[in-house]
T-cell receptor, first 112, second 117 residues
Framework: RKEVEQDPGPFNVPEGATVAFNCTYS??????FFWYRQDCRKEPKLLMS???SGNEDGRFTAQLNRASQYISLLIRDSKLSDSATYLC?????????????FGTGTRLKVLA | DAGVTQSPTHLIKTRGQQVTLRCSPK?????VSWYQQALGQGPQFIFQ???????QRGNFPDRFSGHQFPNYSSELNVNALLLGDSALYLC????????????????FGAGSRLTVL
């Protein structure tokens, strides 16, 4: 089982739609969680950190469920510019140190 | 505020050759991590440098080595290149190591795209 798993997609949604991505992680001793956005052939950029209480940034909402070991990202009112790959990142304790483990990413394409 | 800078942006090598990639961290950051990203995959952790020492290492062979300099910049060296080493190599910087607490956010450079023929 992969340490961090995501549905690779692609998710093709019309403009204005709401779309949700999930990510599961294997190690319960995980410290921090993030969503990064990566545009084609570009570097990943931090979208938002994910907190246990859930957090919202404009049209984006992230949730963490430690009991079930998954995090989610909800995008409301999708824009064409939201088209990208969304990477789930978990900072987990392995062999006594923390490492940032990336999922394979979920591709989103927002259609006009 | 200078972000993470990497060089070169693109390079082509042949099997068996050696390559050195360079990274300057974001101003104020002291920790550098290197990742390999193959097409269609997420970034895979290679290693992390803090205080000029390798602090953590991912599942990569000894052909992959690195160095951190007193000014926090870093190099990634890959020897005896294989076709499978073709990938985007990403450098990420952060502050304070992070391997002990897991509390730091990574900032990425634009990457060095390596093609091995």
């Amino acid at each position: 089982r992969k340490e961090v798993e995501q549905d690779p997609g692609p998710f093709n949604v019309p403009e204005g739609a709401t779309v949700a991505f999930n990510c599961t992680y294997s190690n319960s001793a995980s410290q921090s969680f993030f969503w990064y956005r990566q545009d084609c052939r570009k570097e990943p950029k931090l979208l938002m950190s994910v907190y246990s209480s859930g957090n919202e940034d404009g049209r984006f909402t992230a949730q963490l469920n430690r009991a079930s070991q998954y995090i989610s990202l909800l995008i409301r009112d999708s824009k064409l510019s939201d088209s990208a790959t969304y990477l789930c990142v978990v900072n987990m304790l392995t062999s006594g140190t923390y490492k940032y483990i990336f999922g394979t990413g979920t591709r989103l394409k927002v259609l006009a | 505020d200078a972000g993470v800078t990497q060089s070169p942006t693109h390079l082509i090598k042949t099997r068996g050759q050696q390559v050195t990639l360079r990274c300057s961290p974001k101003s104020g950051h002291d920790t550098v991590s290197w990742y390999q990203q193959a097409l269609g995959q997420g970034p895979q952790f290679i290693f992390q440098y803090y205080e000029e020492e390798e602090r953590q290492r991912g599942n990569f062979p000894d052909r992959f080595s690195g160095h951190q300099f007193p000014n926090y910049s870093s190099e990634l060296n890959v020897n005896a290149l294989l076709l499978g080493d073709s990938a985007l190599y990403l450098c990420a910087s952060s502050l304070g190591g992070g391997w002990q607490s897991g509390a730091n956010v990574l900032t990425f450079g634009a990457g060095s795209r390596l093609t091995v023929l």
